[in-house]
């Protein structure tokens, strides 16, 4: 039994100096309920007058208005920020008697009237001030903007009994107890993120619940819970739940993907019934997702500065009409009764063109027949084979959307993708099946062999049921064919969608650009490739080697996929003909005979020398090498051959051609501070982000909102996160990338020119030049690898003798302050390529801070 709160604890109040708090914002006002009742309310308000709109910001339990101090510092110009304590909470008045959810709503209404906010109103919500603000949002939809919610819930799906966490604070003898009796729930939430928060701000958020009668409204709204169907407030929830079906208006959805109060379930849903939402997920983010995630103010103040603007994201133009001409099966369907090789499985299954357009057709019946609608998402975990490519074109064919993440990314990197795309079906051999199940994949079971545990159909099932089931009629040209995830190389793997129509303008440019035609062959030893073969009308097969480790390619096992195939065409990473080169003396007469069959050698990924260009003439010497460059996002862009790089000559970079037909490249120029804020140009030797427009770009990043909202907000231009420069003759140059530039005090400094300056030393294997102490006033760093270097174990960057380090600064053409050695550099996951210089920068800094005291090698 909790005893009455004392005058002193009831009292409102006003919160002590906290950091990120501005005092100036808290003010109390006294505000009568319907009953008459007075109290006096806590509220931060930024105090705009004659504002454009307000936003309307309401915090659940056990937190108060301190959650949304960054967004009151985000302010979009005009708005206003109203951030209220709800009563019994923070440091508004302490009750007498718990307030029951229609109440709440009806007192948010109460003191929006007093404060005399009329719309536009636009409500930010979080935890249980989700609901409590949609409550609000529907009683005053005259008013209403558009609403934003944070890691909320307004109902619990079929079959839920609600967030574990909350119902086990609920149990019988615990609530009194750890959200009354003692701080432990205030305490816990806060606890939740990820690296933890700082002290000071757990101590903010503790601060109005110091006594046991001020935390008496932390359990109240814990009981005030509708977990069963009789509770008292159930009815208010579902009005709610179902109300917001009814709402017209733009919505916002941000949300913490490692909450353990509120999964994906609860995501899935509020999707369901805000099917407009725009959605961007933090990635590492708890719970608290405004302290997680700082970054969500500047990204609400955009959102909402796009609605004064009129539009939600900025506009694209449209991709050319010719585009839907051709579907991504129409070389599939127009080959249907050659009997030559469409793919091979090196060592295994060949299936002619025929039998792969019979099987698409009764694979896409089936798969309708089986539950995969237009739309549907469908991940894809199987590996490499004659299966993989049919279950792809089929799930095309029947209007799915395929989703594909490299396996590379390892299981963790794994799941949050798949997760992050809410699939709704799962094609996978037993081991692709068994780690759906870990992963904790939902939807539909397919086993692409033999029947595996849970699932509900084989691919040879629904290829028997689609023989008398009708093929489903084609989707619209602009509805999703694809979630593709980039290699996580630069942070978190990050979905990529596109169109049918964007997809067949990337394999119509392909096949125009390198001039394909039925008559070649394709090897590809980067497996998201290879199932582009029938796309571009071209048999395909994919090398006997580990997809997860493309350095492990060997010169004979790429010569026998071009001998089972016939190939004219080779696509692999920089990794790959590393080793391809290194291994060609095992290669046979009949070996090389397979690979001088070869007019084409294509290598993306990662930047390409023309020295491993060179080194391959003993290998493909009939090929012409090219190397494409692009991105998960937009691929290709620009293309350059091995006598284009030599004639370009030495540069400021990697030289990768000129932009192909149909596409633009700009730059947006560096600012002293080394943002790229400058206006798009296509002036020669301004160094830039570089900027692509064409019709094969990406749709948009899926469930990262703010992501896409930054890097098109140029409209119809992509923003790469690659900078580069165009020289005189429009080839583009790329130096580096956006988040690798070095901000020193004298302007900002690319490293890929200095690498590759002091990769021509004798004596060095490799290098990267990192930025070292903070932005604006740091310094470069060169590490080296020594090309006799043979250390084993995790790289340790020692200082570099006076003789190496000299060498370096005398080639540099920046001021080195420091040069390391190391056995190695980090790189990435996928192309074994590209080397992580962010972790070489956190290594060199840990180790010219005095870490641990590096030794000179």
Not at 215 to 228: E, L, N, Q
Not at 231 to 239: D, N
Not at 512 to 535: C, E, K, N, Q
Not at 823 to 836: E, F, G, M, T
Request: net charge neutral; with cysteine; hydrophobic share 45%.
């Amino acid at each position: 039994m909790t005893a009455d709160p004392t005058t002193a604890d009831r009292a409102a109040g006003s919160p002590p100096a906290l950091p990120g708090l501005d005092p100036a914002w808290s003010r109390t006002l006294v505000v009568a309920d319907a009953a008459g009742t007075k109290h006096t309310w806590h509220v931060l308000d930024n105090g705009v007058t004659d504002p454009v709109g307000t936003l309307l910001c309401v915090h659940g339990n056990p937190t108060w208005s301190y959650l949304w101090r960054r967004l009151l510092a985000a302010a979009p110009p005009g708005w206003r920020v109203v951030a209220p304590d709800q009563l019994g909470m923070g440091w508004s008045d302490r009750l007498a008697a718990p307030r029951p959810l229609r109440q709440r709503v009806a007192d948010l209404g109460d003191l929006t009237a007093a404060l005399g906010i009329t719309g536009p109103v636009v409500t930010v919500g979080h935890d249980w001030g989700g609901v409590i603000s949609l409550g609000w949002a529907l009683e005053h939809r005259a008013d209403l903007r558009g609403v934003v919610l944070c890691n909320t819930a307004v109902a619990m799906p079929e079959g839920d009994w609600g967030p574990v966490l909350i119902r086990a604070a609920d149990a019988p003898g615990v609530r009194a107890a750890v959200t009354v009796g003692t701080p432990v729930f205030v305490r816990a939430t806060t606890a939740l993120s990820r690296p933890a928060l700082p002290a000071e701000v757990r101590r903010a958020f503790a601060a109005p619940y110091r006594s046991r009668a001020r935390r008496r409204s932390v359990g109240d709204f814990v009981a005030d819970i509708p977990f069963s169907p009789g509770h008292p407030s159930r009815a208010a929830q579902e009005a709610i739940a179902e109300g917001i079906r009814d709402l017209d208006v733009p919505a916002l959805l941000l949300w913490g993907p490692r909450d353990p109060v509120f999964g994906e379930r609860y995501l899935t849903d509020l999707r369901g019934r805000l099917p407009q939402a725009r959605l961007h997920r933090y990635e590492g983010a708890s719970h608290l997702l405004p302290e997680d995630a700082p970054q969500y103010a500047q990204a609400v103040a955009q959102w909402v500065t796009d609605l004064d603007a009129g539009s939600a994201v900025p506009g694209r133009p449209a991709g050319p009409a010719d585009g839907a001409a051709r579907r991504l099966w129409s070389a599939l369907e127009e080959r249907a009764g050659d009997d030559t090789a469409a793919v091979v499985e090196v060592g295994g299954t060949t299936v002619t063109w025929a039998a792969l357009a019979a099987r698409v057709r009764h694979l896409a019946a089936g798969l309708a027949a089986a539950g995969v609608r237009p739309g549907s998402r469908v991940a894809l975990l199987v590996e490499p084979s004659a299966d993989l490519t049919a279950a792809v074109y089929a799930v095309w064919r029947a209007g799915g959307v395929v989703v594909v993440a490299d396996k590379g990314l390892g299981f963790a990197g794994m799941r949050r993708a798949l997760r992050s795309a809410a699939v709704d079906a799962v094609i996978g051999s037993g081991r692709g099946l068994a780690a759906a199940r870990l992963m904790g994949l939902r939807g539909i079971r397919i086993a692409a062999g033999p029947r595996a545990r849970g699932a509900a159909h084989t691919l040879g099932d629904l290829e028997a049921l689609g023989r008398s089931a009708p093929v489903p009629a084609e989707v619209p040209a602009d509805d999703d064919c694809a979630v593709l995830f980039t290699s996580g190389a630069t942070g978190p793997a990050k979905g990529v969608v596109y169109t049918h129509r964007q997809a067949a303008a990337q394999t119509a440019l392909v096949r125009s650009a390198y001039g394909l035609t039925a008559g070649d062959r394709l090897v590809a030893a980067f497996a998201p490739f290879a199932i582009l073969g029938p796309a571009l009308g071209i048999g395909s097969a994919v090398p006997d080697v580990d997809v997860t480790a493309p350095g492990s390619l060997t010169a004979a096992a790429l010569a026998d996929a071009a001998a089972a195939v016939e190939a004219t065409v080779v696509f692999a990473s920089p990794a790959a003909l590393r080793r391809v080169a290194a291994t060609a003396e095992d290669l046979s007469d009949a070996q090389r005979q397979a690979l001088g069959r070869v007019r084409l050698l294509m290598s993306a990924g990662a930047p390409v020398p023309a020295s491993l260009l060179r080194s391959l003439r003993e290998v493909v010497p009939a090929a012409d090498a090219h190397t494409p460059y692009g991105m998960t996002e937009v691929l290709p862009v620009a293309d350059v051959s091995l006598a284009g790089i030599e004639a370009a000559g030495d540069g400021e970079g990697v030289c990768v051609g000129a932009p192909l037909p149909g596409v633009s490249v700009r730059v947006s120029p560096l600012s002293p501070d080394g943002r790229a804020d400058g206006p798009l140009t296509d002036s020669p030797g301004t160094t830039g982000e570089v900027c692509v427009r064409a019709a094969h770009v990406k749709d948009r990043y899926d469930a990262l909102w703010a992501l896409e909202r930054a890097t098109s907000r140029d409209a119809g231009w992509h923003r790469t996160g690659d900078v580069g420069h165009l020289d005189a003759e429009g080839r583009l140059w790329i130096e580096g990338r956006l988040q690798h530039v070095v901000t020193t005090a004298a302007g900002p400094v690319t490293p890929v020119g200095i690498e590759q300056r002091v990769e021509r030393l004798e004596g060095v294997s490799a290098a990267a030049a990192v930025g070292v102490g903070p932005a604006g006033t740091q310094v470069v760093a060169v590490v080296v690898v020594p090309s006799e270097s043979r250390r084993r174990g995790r790289p340790r960057p020692r200082l570099a003798g006076p003789e190496l380090a000299d060498a370096v600064r005398s080639v540099a053409g920046a001021d080195v302050a420091a040069v390391l050695t190391v056995p190695a550099l980090p790189v990435d996951i996928r192309h074994q390529s590209k080397v992580d210089r962010g972790e070489v920068a956190r290594r060199a800094s840990r180790a010219l801070a005095g870490a641990r005291a590096p030794r000179r090698s």
